[in-house]
């Protein structure tokens, strides 16, 4: 992002400094800069310090540009693992897609969903059977933002194509009707052929799953 940055320490600890060489100014004091950018800045700093063992992060998203949001999950999961390994214990709360690590089916073990005040968490067991679904499998190496957003949902309705979600969201539309203010995602899935898996993969998190499917779909052994 074009940036350098200074610390010096001062009577009241350390102070920041950013520094654009690109424009020839001076150094600027971190008050001038996007609140987003100075927060990352302790982040990495908790990160690359070997003597620092566990690090909990609240919404380490917020204020951050998305693009920065990616980078600073991979300093992440390049820190974390075991004490064993010499690697830190980090949990992290997050509202934002773009701070899911979901690469395979097992990483969805180390997501504690969190859904009401009133409800007890959910967490999927590494012993689910689902966790060997084949299906499941080939979603999660595909999985898309819209997919991710579904995570943050404690309802989700899983409908056919691209071309249901426009008609839903018409539909609500014109009743004056917010299915996101409501927590409910509409979530396209590719033919109805996908829609017993991803169904399972958010009733394992938790989450209510409705569907929206042709007739046809009870003719083709999706029922």
């Known amino acids: 992002f074009g940036r350098e940055i200074e610390l010096t320490w001062a009577y009241a600890g350390v102070e920041i400094e950013f520094l654009r060489p ?3 100014q001076s150094p600027y004091p971190g008050s001038q800069e996007a609140s987003g950018l100075v927060q990352l800045v302790s982040l990495l700093a908790a990160l690359y ?3 620092v063992q566990c690090v909990l992060i609240d ?10 949001q990616s980078f600073l999950l991979r300093e992440i999961q390049s ?17 934002s897609p773009s701070m899911l690590s979901l690469s395979k089916l097992g990483d969805l073990t180390s997501i504690v969903f ?3 005040a009133a409800a007890p968490p959910t967490q999927i067991s590494a012993s689910a059977p689902e966790l060997e679904n084949s299906a499941l499998k080939g979603l999660i190496a595909r999985m898309g933002m819209a997919h991710r957003m579904a995570f ?3 309802t989700v309705v899983l409908v056919e194509g691209p071309s249901d979600e426009i008609i839903m969201n018409a539909l609500a539309s014109r009743l004056g009707i917010s299915p996101g203010a409501a927590g409910v995602e509409i979530l396209p899935v590719t033919g109805k052929g996908e829609i017993p898996s991803v169904a399972k ?3 394992l998190m938790g989450m209510s799953v409705f569907t ?5 779909g009870f003719t083709d052994d999706v029922a």
């Open 212 to 216: 929206l499917s042709d007739l046809d």
């Open 152 to 154: 943050f949902s404690p």
């Open 114 to 116: 969190f859904h009401d």
């Open 22 to 24: 690109a424009t020839g």
């Open 49 to 51: 310090d070997n003597e």
């Open 201 to 203: 993969l958010f009733r």
């Open 59 to 68: 919404e380490p998203e917020v204020s951050l540009h998305p693009q920065l």
């Open 79 to 95: 820190a974390a693992g075991g004490p064993a390994s010499g690697k830190k214990l980090i949990v992290l709360s997050t509202h």
